[in-house]
């Protein structure tokens, strides 16, 4: 069975190297003629592959070729052809964030794994929370939030010590970073469906930059974020190493 693929590589040489013999075995289309989309590189270069081709129908399939690799396969330059007939999709939606900052302008992103609000000065955060327009915390004072996606549930949102969510659970994982007041407040799980809004108190004050997936917007005054249901993402993966599996993996490491 031919398929047409599409290559492409992340700036580091080890990709580069692998794209050029990759290619040199099986040839290379443009992405939007390919059947499947091959990315080299580590997780933020599959990040950046799905945000660049979520408008093709083609399916990604990530071979590592950086560090952690939690949304790639193993590379290999063999077999390849089988490995991408064989291997199982995973389809996974963003979220979207509309972020307003202290002079009026509005910013808008979409985020694979997380939309983050992080302190840019000295003193910590002061946060307030909504959920589908009902204040639920009127002041959350931390170094940060987030708001995570089951597929990035591993990832920041896992260092900040928010909880991993199957892919299947339609849940967000909303986690504080250093909760200084309440005391340690671990965060919340809120249905996929739920409109998170964040509320920067004393922004002036305690400055506060929003970010999605490295898009970093600075001095916002609100974040109001949501899951974007008509955009999916189908990434594939080698049998028996698919997002569910690595999930449930990961908890016993």
Not at 233 to 248: A, K, N, S, V
């Amino acid at each position: 069975m031919s398929q047409k693929i599409a290559f492409v590589a992340s700036d580091a040489p080890i990709a580069q190297d692998a794209q050029a013999e990759l290619t040199a075995r099986y040839d290379n289309v443009a992405c939007d003629k390919a059947d499947v989309i091959v990315a080299l590189g580590g997780d933020g270069f599959m990040l950046q592959t799905l945000h660049d081709t979520q408008e093709l129908l083609a399916p990604v399939y990530g071979m590592n070729c950086g560090t952690v690799g939690f949304l790639m396969n193993e590379y290999s330059p063999d077999n390849l052809i089988e490995r991408l007939i064989e291997a199982e999709e995973e389809v996974i939606n963003p979220l979207a964030m509309r972020a307003e900052n202290a002079d009026g302008e509005v910013h808008h992103a979409l985020a694979i794994n997380e939309v983050s609000l992080l302190r840019a000065g000295p003193q910590a955060a002061t946060l307030q929370i909504s959920v589908d327009g009902r204040v639920r915390l009127d002041e959350l004072v931390c170094d940060g939030a987030l708001l995570s996606t089951p597929a990035g549930s591993t990832a920041y949102n896992y260092s900040a010590h928010g909880p991993i969510l199957p892919i299947g659970s339609d849940v967000l994982a909303l986690t504080a970073m250093s909760a200084f007041r309440p005391r340690r407040w671990r965060g919340a799980l809120l249905p996929k469906q739920a409109v998170v809004r964040f509320d920067v108190l004393q922004h002036k004050k305690r400055p506060v930059m929003a970010d999605a997936d490295g898009r970093s917007f600075p001095n916002v005054v609100s974040v109001e974020i949501h899951s974007k249901d008509d955009i999916s993402h189908r990434i594939l993966f080698d049998p028996g190493h698919g997002l569910e599996e690595r999930l449930i993996r990961e908890q016993f490491v």
